[in-house]
């Protein structure tokens, strides 16, 4: 039977009463005896630091469901709500699994030796220990999300690999400012792709992050084969007004939305904000306007389907993902040329305390 799928995105500040809702929606469609009916609870880890404490009403709806139910957590709950669950933990990927994620992308087109050699420097980046791809100790700098943008950004290029420029290694796995990065970078990729030295310092000069970004908001989002190749960006400021450099440039300009969190009280502390701002994020998608956010920790959260481009193409051809809005869920039509770019503070992107699961989308 076809399976339906009705969602609901946790967040910090969702409700039991909003749950419970979907909850008793999800099981009227359940009448329907021509399908399957799937309650699924994306960021359920979220929602359980919600005040509210809305994942209570799950021990009731849990005991004799009527209905399917599948929760997804970046963290372990408690054990009183596992324990109605059966546990299914994703561990991270191993070398056969990073081979057969890249053959399922890249063949015909690349030959599993130029395949192989991707997943070398992938893992050679990941594992090193010089933390030099570790920013403060961050070891979440770089990870999975990272390395499916470049296997989907290499799809897009010729079989001749050693031609290939290193515009996705750069795009993917730069935003680090140091000496030890660029020596270690360096490297890996002389290392694993068999290029000299000075190819590759070539290729470090041209492609500056501010080529990076620029290259990756003008990409049109999709490719010729269909693989999303461009990403949101997060740009890294030094210092409060460092970004104002790609206003400079013309990669930003004041045509585009920018969206600033406020500290006032009134503002910090209320949802009418919130909604404003995730409205107008909303109109942005819906019209392919770039738009640039600051500060705005309170409704991040809000967004990671559109941030992690977890997009659905409906029947028609058009895209849409899911905003949580408050305590509810909306579907969102998606522009294709809509683009995100999230700024935030060097300190805090390279603090151990930066969200996981924010800062890899």
């Known amino acids: 039977k076809p399976l339906q799928c009705i969602s609901f995105q946790g967040t910090r500040s969702c409700k039991p009463s909003a749950i419970k809702e979907l909850w008793d929606q999800t099981e009227r469609y359940s009448n329907d005896k021509t399908t399957t009916t799937l309650f699924l609870f994306d960021e359920i880890g979220l929602a359980e630091q919600?005040?509210?404490?809305?994942?209570?009403?799950?021990?009731?709806l849990l005991e004799h469901p009527k209905i399917a139910f599948v929760g997804i957590s970046n963290w372990s709950l408690d054990a009183a709500k596992m324990n109605r669950m059966i546990m299914h933990f994703i561990p991270?990927?191993?070398?056969?699994?990073?081979?057969?994620t890249a053959k399922v992308i890249l063949e015909p087109t690349f030959s599993e030796q130029a395949i192989t050699k991707i997943i070398m420097a992938y893992e050679k980046i990941i594992k090193d220990q010089t933390n030099a791809f570790k920013p403060n100790g961050n070891s979440d700098f770089f990870g999975a999300r990272d390395f499916y943008a470049l296997i989907k950004y290499q799809?897009?290029?010729?079989?001749?690999?050693?031609?290939?420029?290193?515009?996705?290694?750069?795009?993917?796995?730069?935003?680090?400012?140091?000496?030890?990065?660029?020596?270690?970078?360096?490297?890996?990729?002389?290392?694993?792709?068999?290029?000299?030295?000075?190819?590759?310092?070539?290729?470090?000069?041209?492609?500056t992050p501010v080529m990076c970004v620029e290259r990756n908001l003008m990409e049109c989002d999709q490719s010729s084969n269909g693989l999303m190749v461009s990403r949101h960006c997060m740009v890294i400021s030094e210092k409060y007004y460092s970004w104002q450099l790609l206003l400079e440039y013309d990669i930003l300009n004041y045509n585009q939305v920018f969206l600033f969190g406020s500290y006032f009280p009134q503002d910090m502390y209320s949802n009418i904000t919130s909604y404003n701002q995730l409205n107008k994020i909303i109109d942005c998608m819906n019209i392919g306007?770039?738009?640039?956010?600051?500060?705005?920790?309170?409704?991040?959260?809000?967004?990671?389907?559109?941030?992690?481009?977890?997009?659905?193409?409906?029947?028609?051809?058009?895209?849409?993902?899911?905003?949580?809005?408050?305590?509810?869920?909306?579907?969102?039509?998606?522009?294709e040329n809509f683009k995100c770019v999230v700024v935030v503070q060097k300190e805090d992107a390279h603090s151990p305390n930066m969200p996981v699961n924010f800062f890899f989308r």
């Open 50 to 60: 919600s005040p509210h404490n809305p994942l209570k009403i799950l021990h009731q």
């Open 92 to 100: 991270l990927m191993d070398h056969n699994d990073l081979m057969e």
């Open 155 to 207: 799809a897009t290029l010729s079989e001749f690999f050693d031609k290939q420029p290193l515009e996705g290694y750069l795009r993917n796995f730069g935003g680090v400012d140091s000496t030890n990065y660029n020596e270690q970078l360096q490297k890996i990729l002389v290392e694993v792709l068999g290029k000299t030295k000075e190819e590759i310092l070539l290729e470090l000069k041209k492609w």
């Open 289 to 335: 306007k770039t738009v640039i956010l600051h500060n705005l920790e309170s409704i991040y959260e809000s967004l990671y389907d559109m941030l992690n481009q977890r997009y659905q193409r409906r029947p028609s051809g058009n895209v849409y993902c899911r905003v949580a809005l408050g305590t509810e869920s909306r579907d969102c039509y998606v522009h």
